[in-house]
């Protein structure tokens, strides 16, 4: 027999989903949520209106539900992640890079 335990993937065995399950499921489903909103404000925000906020946000969050369970045996959070720090360091780069230009015209 397989022990499902070993085929989760980093965070769902962090939070220990097969041992408290309600708790590891909703630490997973933040955990996935928060870095989904990072990646979006990070790569694909705009300034919108406060009700199309809403609604993405919205949506945002409705999709993280079904991430959340593909999240248990699939690096779903790690992906987040990984993109997260592919981003940060993009934005970084860029303002490095504006920040040249401007010294450079004066």
């Known amino acids: 027999m397989m022990d499902v ?8 065995s962090l939070y220990r ?3 408290h399950p309600e708790v590891g499921m909703w630490m ?3 955990t ?3 870095l989904s909103i990072l ?5 694909f925000a705009k300034k919108l209106p406060i009700l199309k906020s809403a609604v993405i946000y919205t949506f945002l969050a409705l999709g993280c539900t079904v991430l959340t369970f593909l999240g248990i045996f699939l690096p ?22 504006k920040n040249q230009e401007t010294e450079d015209v004066r």
Not at 5 to 12: D, G, K, T
Not at 39 to 43: D, E
Not at 79 to 96: E, F, T
């Open 76 to 97: 779903v959070a790690e992906g987040l992640v990984v993109a997260a720090l592919i981003l940060i360091i993009y934005k970084i780069r860029l303002h490095q890079s």
């Open 32 to 34: 996935i949520l928060f």
């Open 17 to 19: 989903v097969i041992d």
């Open 28 to 30: 997973l489903y933040l």
């Open 39 to 43: 990646v979006y404000k990070l790569g």
């Open 5 to 12: 335990s070993e085929r989760l993937s980093f965070f769902p």
